[in-house]
């Protein structure tokens, strides 16, 4: 027994059997060559959307750290993915130390101002110890000393040339 074959349009037949025109295949090639780039390297690797380089989870939250300096304690709000320079830059504006004579001290340790609180375990509600470092002091002082003369040597030396 033959099966007979559905009714249809010709305009369906003609849209099975002939190929897209010409502008819906550039607009579909254009958006497979949108969707791939070639690297510096020569690797050919899918382009990426301008939102995935966004983190894709919850906002990075916000944490309270008590800092002790001088038998005072400071309240600081602070992401808590920043870095300890982060948190010094914090408390300068607060103590008036300078960023670079300042040592802060967690869990009986010195910490380093490239190294980031959520990597050093600090949480929510953690105490810190803010110290004075003289020997730091000491190097800045000289150094600003260094400068200012070089400073005055040059404007001399422009003095001289103008006259």
């Known amino acids: 027994m033959m099966r007979a074959r559905p009714k249809c349009t010709f305009t369906d037949a003609m849209r099975e059997s002939s190929p897209p ?3 819906a295949a550039a607009s579909a090639a254009a958006v497979k060559e949108d969707e791939w780039e ?3 390297g020569g690797m050919l690797v899918q382009r990426r959307s301008p939102d995935a380089d966004a983190p894709a989870g919850a906002p990075v939250p916000t944490i309270r750290v008590k800092v002790k300096f001088n038998g005072v304690y400071h309240e ?3 992401n808590s993915q920043a870095s300890f320079g982060e ?3 914090m408390l300068s504006v607060r103590t008036g130390l300078h960023p670079e004579d300042q040592k802060l001290v967690y869990k009986d340790k010195e910490r380093d101002s490239k190294a980031f609180l959520d990597m ?3 949480k929510d509600h953690s105490k810190m110890v803010l ?3 003289p020997a730091a ?3 800045r002082l000289l150094e600003q000393r260094r400068a200012d003369k070089a400073e005055r040597a040059a404007k001399s030396i422009s003095r001289i040339s103008l006259d």
């Open 87 to 89: 948190l010094k830059k």
């Open 21 to 23: 025109p010409p502008a």
């Open 120 to 122: 050093a375990g600090v």
């Open 38 to 40: 070639v690297r510096p």
């Open 137 to 139: 002091q000491a190097r």
């Open 131 to 133: 110290l004075e470092d």
């Open 76 to 78: 600081i709000y602070i």
